[in-house]
């Protein structure tokens, strides 16, 4: 059954996650950028990076990140967190690029593919699939972080569709989980260059749910303590 206004939805940040980064990933002394706090800041960052005003923020920069250079030195974070962030940037690569440039090390977070083709994800709980506003789908494959751009074509596809609201139901399946060192490595999948949309759109999404199930699996079981 597809989720409802009445289902638990796991869009905010998970506690656990966050006490895991907090403690294991980031060294004590590190300093640490957060790109988006928006209303929910990162308690370790010590500064932020936003479009938006932010009040209330320390070492508060404001600027679009999808076609500013961030204002800082290379390499000059140990550290950056970016929640929720890329999936809704129309140029999300500049960012990466800049990440990249600015930190040594960091987390990425997005809405997973299942979150993003499951119905019913959004507030409110419409029909259509996942988060209405959001321009890519995102995954990771190992290593690489993948983008293909969610067009409005994915209404109609048709996917196992009680798969997905299974998975849906409870949090591990919600988000993509991406740690990098040094750089991230990104792959924007393109249509009419690595695919046909009428053609090949359908698997490559099916094919982006299955491994970001895989991957998830492996950092949320390292977060939850599981052996």
Wanted: glycine share 6%; proline share 6%.
């Amino acid at each position: 059954m597809a989720l409802t206004a009445e289902s638990p939805k796991y869009w905010h940040p998970d506690a656990k996650l966050i006490d895991w980064l907090t403690n294991k990933k980031i060294h004590p002394n590190a300093r640490v950028l957060e790109i988006g706090p928006g209303t929910v800041p990162f308690g370790r960052a010590d500064y932020y990076v936003d479009f938006v005003d932010v009040p209330g923020l320390k070492n508060f920069v404001k600027l679009d990140a999808a076609t500013s250079i961030l204002p800082f030195a290379d390499k000059e974070f140990d550290f950056i967190y970016c929640r929720h962030v890329l999936e809704d940037s129309w140029n999300p690569f500049n960012l990466c690029e800049e990440m990249s440039r600015v930190g040594k090390a960091g987390y990425i977070e997005t809405p997973s593919p299942l979150a993003e083709l499951g119905r019913g994800v959004d507030g409110g709980s419409p029909p259509f699939r996942g988060y209405h506003h959001h321009r890519w789908i995102i995954w990771a494959a190992g290593a690489e972080l993948r983008f293909i751009t969610k067009y409005a074509f994915c209404e109609y596809v048709k996917f196992e569709e009680d798969k997905i609201d299974d998975a849906l139901k409870t949090a591990r399946f919600w988000n993509t989980y991406f740690l990098w060192e040094d750089r991230i490595n990104f792959k924007h999948i393109q249509s009419p260059l690595d695919y046909s949309i009428p053609k090949d759109y359908a698997k490559l999404l099916a094919d982006a749910m299955a491994m970001s199930r895989s991957c998830t699996d492996l950092l949320y079981d390292e977060v939850n303590g599981a052996t």
